[in-house]
């Protein structure tokens, strides 16, 4: 009888250990579950603020001030020109650099206002009062000219009057109409953060509970110990059970165990080494302090200024431009003027010095890589690679830019070909080899050698 019991307390120590490690590795999981969407923007992810300004439209369409019966297409198509060409200096509902655009069309006709935004200059010259008016009172800052048709001036006066009324997503900066993503991820990026909360809570009330229950064990153990030390009825059997001593001295002089953890050294250093040389060259994390203290996060994230704004080339040019400094002008001749950081820039243009900016992507020169190819022709967004970079108060290199990487995206990644003559016949060859399998990259040839290496 208390042979048996003395039997039983190991297993019952392995059963509750077990137990608590099924519990742990079901939480793991549910961690997991949560973490796959924090882990930030992967190869072929979508820019959720562009499904936001596809729905944006729909809203705004029939029901804003002045919107009237204005075409959802022609609303849609404003958005995205105002956003490219227009919130850098503008808001519908506030003062930025230039005024407030919220009855434009009421204080101006569209016929005076197409040469206008075309080329302000001209009218401004020409001696119109208004014109002229606008032009003192705003500092005598000259607004750009744009190669604009009337069609798509007309769409971003569609766009501004739906958009009437409207409170302002932020209060620091323009609005752009992207409110409702913003706040659609704050609120999933809390519900998400909620969660993991309550995992990492459960977590450690396990721990506690395991170490007191291990604790509670181990006195039971020593008091039935005393116990039966004291009874007279013991045979040989349980007297040995019950004076067993495990010897740590034998273990340690084991060979299999010396050779098991001999062997386990030599595969975590061999391992170590293999992964040393292969990081070798790869500068993901780099971050590096910049001449000017730029935020992204403030510009990109808060103010939603378009990123080919500043990088003027990223959409038809092989390599995205870093800004010069006329551009930043554009907006800082006017505001943040007595700001220690922006001072450096006049500085920069006292003494016709190009800006120091240190570059943090870099990929080698055997590796040819075409910006417009991927931002214009794939339509990828600028996140897909450089990460959620309208979150970044410093920038840093969010991804790896390997060539596994590369090729790993390239076999991902799905081709747009909806009505696109050039890949009607390689769809109909790739669907009759590969029936159900998706048209990637890959299948049109992204993974040759001599797509990028030549």
């Given at each position: 009888?208390?042979?048996?019991?003395?039997?039983?307390?190991?297993?019952?120590?392995?059963a509750?250990?077990?137990?608590?490690?099924?519990?742990?590795?079901?939480?793991?999981?549910?961690?997991?579950?949560?973490?796959?969407?924090?882990?930030g923007?992967?190869?072929?992810?979508?820019?959720?603020?562009?499904?936001?300004?596809?729905?944006?439209?729909?809203?705004?369409?029939?029901?804003?001030?002045?919107?009237?019966?204005?075409?959802?297409a022609?609303?849609?198509?404003?958005?995205a020109?105002f956003?490219?060409n227009?919130?850098?200096?503008?808001?519908?509902?506030?003062?930025?650099?230039?005024?407030?655009?919220?009855?434009?069309?009421?204080?101006?006709?569209?016929?005076?206002?197409?040469?206008?935004?075309?080329?302000?200059?001209?009218?401004?010259a020409?001696?119109?009062e208004?014109?002229?008016?606008?032009?003192?009172?705003?500092?005598?800052?000259?607004m750009?000219?744009?190669?604009?048709?009337?069609?798509?001036?007309?769409?971003i006066?569609?766009?501004v009057?739906?958009?009437?009324?409207?409170?302002?997503?932020?209060?620091?900066?323009?609005?752009?109409?992207?409110?409702?993503?913003?706040?659609g991820q704050?609120?999933?990026?809390?519900?998400?953060?909620?969660?993991?909360?309550?995992?990492?809570?459960?977590?450690?009330?396990?721990?506690?509970?395991?170490?007191?229950?291990?604790?509670?064990?181990?006195?039971i153990g020593?008091?039935?110990?005393?116990?039966?030390?004291?009874?007279?009825?013991?045979?040989?059997?349980?007297?040995?059970?019950?004076?067993?001593?495990f010897?740590?001295?034998?273990?340690?002089?084991?060979?299999?165990?010396?050779?098991?953890?001999?062997?386990?050294?030599?595969?975590?250093?061999?391992?170590?080494?293999?992964?040393?040389?292969?990081?070798?060259?790869?500068?993901?994390?780099?971050?590096?302090?910049?001449?000017?203290?730029?935020?992204?996060?403030?510009?990109?994230?808060?103010?939603?200024?378009?990123?080919?704004?500043?990088?003027?080339?990223?959409?038809?040019?092989?390599?995205?431009?870093?800004?010069?400094?006329?551009?930043?002008?554009?907006?800082?001749s006017q505001?943040?003027?007595?700001?220690?950081?922006?001072?450096?820039i006049?500085?920069?243009?006292?003494?016709?010095?190009?800006?120091?900016?240190?570059?943090?992507?870099?990929?080698?020169?055997?590796?040819?890589?075409?910006?417009?190819?991927?931002?214009?022709?794939?339509?990828?967004?600028?996140?897909?690679c450089?990460g959620?970079?309208?979150?970044?108060?410093?920038?840093?290199?969010?991804?790896?830019?390997?060539m596994?990487?590369?090729?790993?995206?390239?076999?991902?990644?799905?081709?747009?070909?909806?009505?696109?003559?050039?890949?009607?016949?390689?769809?109909?060859?790739?669907?009759?080899?590969?029936?159900?399998?998706?048209?990637?990259?890959s299948?049109?040839?992204?993974?040759?050698?001599?797509?990028?290496?030549?």
């Amino acid at each position: 009888m208390n042979s048996i019991r003395l039997r039983s307390l190991p297993h019952l120590l392995l059963a509750l250990f077990l137990t608590f490690a099924g519990a742990q590795q079901a939480a793991a999981q549910q961690t997991g579950a949560a973490d796959v969407k924090k882990e930030g923007v992967v190869p072929g992810a979508t820019d959720g603020a562009t499904a936001a300004t596809a729905a944006a439209p729909d809203a705004g369409g029939s029901g804003g001030n002045g919107g009237g019966g204005a075409d959802a297409a022609a609303i849609s198509a404003g958005d995205a020109l105002f956003k490219n060409n227009c919130a850098q200096c503008h808001a519908v509902n506030e003062v930025v650099v230039g005024p407030a655009l919220a009855g434009i069309t009421k204080r101006r006709t569209v016929s005076w206002l197409i040469p206008w935004i075309k080329n302000s200059s001209k009218v401004v010259a020409s001696g119109d009062e208004y014109a002229v008016a606008i032009y003192n009172k705003y500092n005598k800052q000259q607004m750009p000219s744009f190669a604009l048709s009337d069609q798509e001036i007309t769409s971003i006066l569609a766009w501004v009057n739906a958009e009437e009324g409207k409170a302002t997503a932020t209060s620091g900066g323009p609005t752009v109409g992207n409110a409702a993503t913003a706040d659609g991820q704050a609120d999933g990026g809390g519900a998400e953060a909620g969660a993991g909360k309550y995992v990492d809570i459960l977590l450690i009330v396990l721990v506690v509970v395991l170490i007191v229950l291990v604790v509670t064990l181990v006195i039971i153990g020593n008091l039935m110990k005393d116990v039966l030390r004291g009874r007279k009825d013991l045979d040989g059997r349980d007297v040995e059970i019950l004076e067993q001593r495990f010897d740590w001295g034998k273990m340690y002089r084991s060979p299999l165990l010396r050779g098991i953890v001999g062997a386990v050294f030599a595969i975590v250093l061999v391992y170590a080494g293999v992964q040393s040389v292969m990081a070798v060259g790869l500068t993901q994390g780099y971050q590096p302090t910049q001449p000017i203290a730029f935020s992204h996060k403030l510009h990109a994230g808060e103010h939603q200024i378009n990123c080919a704004y500043c990088h003027t080339s990223v959409y038809k040019s092989k390599s995205a431009n870093i800004p010069s400094a006329n551009i930043c002008m554009n907006c800082h001749s006017q505001i943040k003027t007595e700001s220690p950081e922006i001072k450096k820039i006049y500085r920069a243009i006292e003494r016709k010095q190009p800006i120091q900016w240190v570059r943090i992507h870099n990929l080698p020169d055997l590796a040819y890589f075409n910006h417009s190819q991927h931002t214009q022709v794939a339509g990828l967004q600028c996140q897909t690679c450089h990460g959620p970079i309208q979150n970044m108060e410093v920038v840093y290199q969010y991804s790896a830019l390997t060539m596994g990487w590369c090729i790993n995206c390239h076999r991902e990644m799905p081709v747009n070909a909806k009505d696109n003559k050039y890949y009607d016949n390689l769809v109909k060859l790739h669907d009759t080899k590969n029936a159900g399998a998706p048209f990637t990259v890959s299948s049109n040839g992204g993974t040759e050698c001599s797509k990028c290496h030549y």
